[in-house]
């Protein structure tokens, strides 16, 4: 589980098909402290670390399956790439943010971005299933950041991004166009489940 707070931001160091998609990615992590089969959410996605090292800084690599690779953006990482990075709850941590499981519903797009003074208003279009989880003041994780939805119309909505966020994550870097792992509240999907087989 994760809070969809992001707390380091990587970039790919490397990737390598072998039947799954080896990546390595950089972190300022502390490597000594993640063990080999832990969890760490990459861009949303809840990665298992197969391996770790500190030459010539700190990095895990991570196998993303065929699978996942085809549901989710990963498709589209490329060497250099900037990550959003979150590590595994703790008991005992802050939840500063909500409850995100790293289990990518889908893949939203990017539609429009505009400036309004110093944050950013950006719409998002969501896959045609997944637009009815989504609700105006409802909590949605965006490449592993927990964000809360200012409108939705049909199958589009759209977040603000503050400053600060915009420099702890890699929103900084956005643009139209960009495909979006996106993770709905799982109230949301439960609610959906109560009303249709209730």
């Known amino acids: 589980m994760f809070t969809g707070i992001i707390t380091d931001v990587g970039h790919v160091l490397a ?24 969890s760490i959410a990459s861009d949303g ?7 770790k090292g500190t030459d010539p800084q700190g990095w895990y690599d991570v196998d993303i399956s065929a699978e996942t690779v085809s549901k989710t953006s990963l498709a589209a ?15 005992g941590d802050e939840l500063g943010g909500h409850i ?27 896959p045609d299933d997944l637009g009815r989880f989504i609700a105006p003041k409802g909590s949605v994780a965006l490449n592993g950041t927990s964000l809360t939805v200012n409108e939705v119309d049909g199958t589009r909505f759209g977040i603000n991004f503050i400053p600060h966020t915009k420099s702890v994550t890699t929103w900084g870097d956005a643009k139209v166009g960009d495909p979006v792992n996106l993770e709905v509240d799982t109230m949301a999907r439960y609610v959906a489940r109560l009303r249709d087989y209730g």
């Open 15 to 38: 990737l390598e098909n072998r039947g799954d998609l080896r990546a390595r990615i950089g972190t300022a992590y502390d490597i000594s402290g993640i063990e080999i089969g832990a």
């Open 100 to 126: 995100v499981s790293g289990h990518v519903d889908g893949v939203a797009m990017i539609v429009e971005m505009k400036d309004e003074g110093d944050s950013t208003r950006v719409t998002l279009e969501a």
């Open 45 to 51: 996605v809840c990665l298992t670390v197969v391996d």
């Open 77 to 91: 990482w490329v060497v250099g790439k900037r990550v959003n990075l979150e590590r595994a709850l703790k008991v």
